[in-house]
Structure formats: C-alpha cells, structure tokens
C-alpha cells in the first residue's frame, strides 16, 4: 500500500517534469549543441533514473517496516 501510493506520486511528478523539461528544452533551444531539443535517449536515462531512486525510497522504508512486529510497534513511544 506504501510503495503504491508512493508510485503513484512518482507517476504524477515524472509526468509533469516531463512535460516542463519539454517546453524548457523548447525555450533554450539556441544553447543545446550537438543535441536535439527532444532526445530520446537523455529523456529515457532521467525518467529511468528518476523512477529507480523513487522506487527505492518507497520501496526500503516498506521493506524495514513489515519486518517489525506489530505489538512491538504499537508498545513503542
């Protein structure tokens, strides 16, 4: 349930940094050399590292919670 929330946020924040990373490379456009505005290959390579440091901040915390006892945890201050 954690990491699917989480996900879901993710899902929304690549989305719209996609979109805003598009219109940004359309405004500077005169200062990309030796690149297209819209490169396939540095928008996969983000979005790919972006969703892999995601899915591990969700992911870890999740992992180390379901290992704790649940009377252990409702005992605890």
């Given at each position: 349930m954690?990491?699917?929330?989480?996900?879901?946020?993710?899902a929304l924040g690549l989305t719209l940094g996609l979109a805003a990373g598009v219109v940004a490379a359309r405004a500077i456009r005169s200062l990309l050399f030796g690149v297209?505005?819209?490169?396939?290959?540095?928008?996969?390579?983000?979005?790919?590292?972006?969703?892999?440091?995601?899915?591990?901040?969700?992911?870890?915390?999740?992992?180390r919670a379901v290992r704790i006892e649940p009377s252990t945890a409702l005992r605890s201050e």
């Open positions: 954690i990491v699917g929330q989480g996900l879901t946020l993710t297209s505005e819209l490169d396939p290959i540095t928008y996969a390579g983000v979005l790919l590292l972006m969703l892999t440091v995601c899915v591990l901040a969700c992911w870890l915390p999740a992992l």
